[in-house]
């Protein structure tokens, strides 16, 4: 229940809290305190009636509580006591308080990876080492980025607001790559932040209805979403081209494609809508345009190159050119921190009969994720060298739909 709670409400409390008090640590820190609060007591006391109304409560008590006994910092005490004072409210174009977090993490005056990861964390409640994950990066170097961060944030004086429409082009990217990983925290496992991150998108959409890059990520989600219930079966990853579309959500499929075909009505490409096109190919009735998918994946390298962006497009060749021609693009890439390198290039190498060199990447590639059902499918797919059950024909179509969303636009 409690676990429950914190995944769920964790973003707004802090959000909540930032706007009272105008500090990010302060914020956090009576977040954290007031769900330690609720770990000690909810089981004793039984849980509030509303669970995220206590939490905000309890941490809005506990910071000011805080702040009366830090006479080191002056001005939050005053601060503090006027909690309950009825604010003057301020004009916003849209009026949300985890969107404004979200502006206050991607301000210029903050690195792109610093806005990205400290958003995941403030907003989705991500640990360190998970952002880290993330990152493929040390989960000390992510401990130093989230800790800058918040010091220039205080420091600078960055202010907690959606800025004014003049000022939204500049702030988007990094916006929009916030909400794509949290969208991807959602998709591997925790799907109230792929809610979160599918309702900022929205949100975006009402705030810049014809800026073709919040169309084309609107779209991406939607259409990675619709496949949710078909991905996993009996708790078992199902590869793209094996599940059952039957379970695809149709709604949300046919609203990604309709934002597709806006995108190409405005015809300014840019990387999330060339992603949002190429899962909008993997979503049509019959097989799938390898070659098409090529061509996608060609622009994506033009206007967003990144070795995650080669493996994919390395992925889609192997499927029109043959697995040796994709193994020497995947071998001139430098990923090896990336689990789906590693799954890849096992694949390639078993479908060109190198059995023992893919039974050492298969390993390669467990090791380095930490998610339950991916580790279960690389380790059937080891153990179908040894003869005990039959691979599947590949990875082609899960990888090219769906590997970019793990680490492969960080910028």
């Not at 579309?245 to 405005?266: F, M, Q, S, Y």
């Amino acid at each position: 229940m409690i676990e429950e709670v914190f995944r769920a409400e964790h973003g707004r409390a802090v959000a909540v809290l930032i706007r009272v008090f105008g500090d990010v640590d302060v914020a956090e820190e009576a977040v954290q305190d007031a769900f330690t609060e609720a770990v000690r007591r909810w089981p004793a006391d039984g849980a509030p009636p509303s669970p995220a109304g206590w939490i905000i409560t309890t941490a809005r008590n506990k910071a000011i509580d805080r702040l009366r006994r830090d006479a080191a910092r002056p001005g939050k005490h005053a601060q503090a006591v006027m909690v309950n004072v009825v604010e003057t409210a301020e004009v916003h174009t849209v009026e949300d308080e985890r969107l404004r977090l979200v502006f206050t993490c991607c301000h210029p005056a903050l690195g792109m990876q610093a806005r990205v990861a400290l958003t995941l964390r403030l907003l989705g409640g991500l640990s360190t080492a998970e952002i880290a994950r993330a990152f493929l990066v040390p989960e000390s170097t992510m401990a130093q980025r989230l800790v800058r961060a918040k010091t220039k944030i205080r420091d600078a004086r960055i202010p907690y607001r959606v800025p004014e429409a003049a000022d939204l082009p500049g702030r988007l990217s990094g916006v929009l790559a916030v909400i794509y990983l949290v969208f991807n925290q959602g998709y591997g496992g925790r799907p109230e932040l792929g809610a979160e991150a599918i309702r900022l998108g929205r949100v975006l959409r009402e705030l810049m209805p014809d800026e073709p890059e919040v169309l084309g990520l609107l779209a991406l989600m939607l259409l990675i979403e619709s496949r949710r219930d078909a991905r996993l079966v009996r708790g078992e990853l199902v590869l793209l081209d094996e599940q059952d579309r039957g379970l695809w959500d149709r709604g949300l499929v046919e609203e990604g494609r309709a934002l597709v075909r806006r995108c190409l009505e405005i015809d300014r490409p840019g990387p999330y809508q060339i992603q949002a096109a190429i899962n909008a190919v993997h979503s049509d009735a019959g097989d799938t345009q390898w070659g098409q998918i090529i061509e996608l994946y060609d622009q994506l390298m033009v206007v967003a190159p990144s070795p995650v962006v080669a493996l994919n497009r390395a992925v889609a060749v192997a499927e029109v050119e043959g697995p040796e021609a994709a193994l020497g693009l995947v071998d001139r890439l430098d990923l090896g921190r990336y689990y789906l390198f590693h799954a890849v290039r096992a694949d390639l190498l078993r479908r060109l009969g190198r059995e023992a060199e893919a039974a050492g990447e298969y390993e390669e590639a467990v090791g380095r994720t930490e998610n339950e059902a991916e580790k279960a499918f690389l380790r059937r797919r080891r153990r179908s060298l040894d003869g005990s059950r039959p691979p599947a024909e590949g990875l082609a179509g899960d990888q090219c739909a769906e590997g970019d969303r793990e680490a492969g636009h960080l910028p």
